[in-house]
């Protein structure tokens, strides 16, 4: 059974930064891309941050520049380190692995952040 565990989350005042950690069980992490969305009270779930198997990764564009996903496949986690937040990146966070039909199959259980004025 795959397992996603998310911890990293927390209370931190505009401009600070915050690394999210995903820790992954069962299955071949390394040959499954993986993604970061986010979900705010009131608007739909945006995908933050991929990385491919092979370490290609791709932004939403209101994080770039602010956001860095990377993986560790030793350790199967994937990471995301989050700088110059801002009131708006206030969210609940998951990790998610993207199956092979291109969706995404295995969640976390979500992280809450919540990013101060």
């Known amino acids: 059974q795959v397992q996603l565990v998310e911890s990293g989350g927390g209370l931190v005042q505009a401009g600070g930064s915050l690394r999210l950690s995903c820790v992954v069980s069962?299955?071949?992490?390394?040959?499954?891309?993986m993604g970061w969305l986010r979900q705010a009270p009131g608007k739909n779930r945006e995908t933050v941050a991929t990385?491919?198997?092979?370490?290609?990764?791709n932004y939403a564009d209101s994080v770039k520049g602010r956001f860095t996903i990377t993986r560790d496949n030793a350790k199967n986690t994937v990471y995301l380190q989050m700088n110059s937040l801002e009131p708006d990146d206030t969210a609940v966070y998951y990790c998610?692995?993207?199956?092979?039909?291109?969706?995404?199959?295995?969640w976390g259980q979500g992280t809450q952040v919540t990013v101060s004025s």
């Open positions: 069962g299955g071949t992490f390394s040959s499954y891309d």
């Open positions: 998610a692995r993207r199956g092979f039909s291109n969706e995404y199959d295995y």
């Open positions: 990385i491919t198997s092979g370490g290609w990764t």
